[in-house]
């Protein structure tokens, strides 16, 4: 006789040897061990969820219209008691979380101005536009240019320029790329039926392109979301003067 994993007995056959302890012991290892990360994984998703709720915007990827959330509303308490966040303080934990990505402080801090500026002019989350920049151009360079044309932090097309009154039609300044790379996010989200499919079309995934694995474009740019919803949480402000 001899005890199984799960604390049962089973018999071996004397004279013989026999395999079956082991093989039993493998698999009953196998189907309790995923256990502890599924566990964990179930917890950062929803650590990270609970993140993007008090930031005040609710983001799924098949969620239809996707809207801007008060968290007052959200949790039914009163606006007095729960402040939405400050636009500079998200600039400045954006500006923080840039400077992992560039060594330029300026260009860090200008990104962060214009991500907050223009998430509040389009009612689009900060984090989900960081996200998005991050997955076009990661080492947030703002002359970046790809084969096909398309330029700046947000790797805006050529015939975008101009067409969303922004300041300038430079694809290649920091306000105005991003200015016009929010504005073509934001109406693809007006016309898409949920955030997964306007993230494809942003990146130019529609049927009959040849752009390739662009299916996987919306999952990266929610992943990107979450890290920086994450690594916003976790800095701190200064003290005041």
């Known amino acids: 006789m001899y005890q199984r994993p799960d604390g049962g007995l089973s018999r071996v056959t004397p004279g013989k040897t026999s395999l079956r302890p082991v093989r039993e012991r493998d698999r009953v290892e196998q189907l309790y061990r995923p256990r502890w990360r599924r566990a ?138 991003i200015c016009h790379g929010v504005s073509v996010l934001a109406d693809n989200i007006k016309r898409a039926p949920n955030l997964r499919t306007a993230l494809q079309r942003y990146n130019g995934c529609v049927r009959g392109s040849n752009t390739p694995n662009c299916t996987a474009y919306s999952g990266k740019v929610m992943k990107a979301t979450t890290k920086t919803s994450l690594q916003m949480m976790a800095i701190d402000m200064p003290p005041e003067d």
């Open 40 to 177: 964990l994984r179930v917890a950062v998703h929803g650590t990270a969820l609970s993140l993007l709720l008090a930031a005040g915007t609710v983001w799924t990827l098949d969620q239809q219209h996707p809207a801007f959330t008060k968290p007052a509303e959200l949790l039914r308490l009163p606006g007095a008691i729960i402040n939405a966040p400050r636009s500079s303080e998200d600039a400045f934990r954006i500006g923080q979380v840039l400077r992992r990505y560039t060594r330029n402080g300026d260009v860090a801090d200008r990104i962060a101005e214009a991500v907050v500026s223009e998430g509040l002019r389009r009612k689009i989350d900060p984090a989900l536009l960081v996200g998005v920049m991050l997955v076009e151009t990661d080492n947030l360079n703002p002359r970046a240019r790809s084969f096909v044309g398309a330029r700046g932090l947000m790797q805006v097309m050529p015939f975008h320029a101009g067409r969303w009154r922004c300041s300038s039609s430079d694809l290649y300044d920091i306000e105005a790329n």
